[in-house]
Nanobody
């Protein structure tokens, strides 16, 4: 079973950029759709982006479209989330998973996530 570890979070000023990594072990990510999610304090976890396993398509929540980019590096068995033009409302713990969007409600293999804080 694939295991995922998130990294790359940190403190960044509004307008700045970060690149999050989702590194996999135990199986190849080639076989999985990969979703990025985030959870802000006091809020429910929400889907941010999804990379399809089949045709390479990428999907984004309206709140991040045009600012975030999801990508795969199959050689490194890693999925990235490039986040540009960050806003304070992007502050959250970010998680990756082998599901996307509403399928996450049944997902039980959440990692520790990586904290992203956007503040001046």
């Amino acid at each position: 079973q694939v295991q995922l570890v998130e990294s790359g979070g940190g403190l960044v000023q509004p307008g700045g950029s970060l690149r999050l990594s989702c590194a996999a072990s135990g199986d190849s990510l080639d076989y999985y759709a990969i979703g990025w999610f985030r959870q802000a304090p006091g809020k429910e976890r929400e889907g941010v982006s999804c990379a399809s396993s089949s045709d390479g398509s990428s999907y984004y929540a309206p709140s991040v479209k045009g600012r975030f980019t999801i990508s795969r590096d199959n050689a490194k068995n890693t999925v990235y989330l490039q986040m540009n033009s960050l806003k304070p409302e992007d502050t959250a713990v970010y998680y990756c998973a082998t599901v996307c969007w509403s399928a996450a409600k049944d997902y039980r293999s959440w990692g520790q996530g990586t904290q992203v804080t956007v503040s001046s």
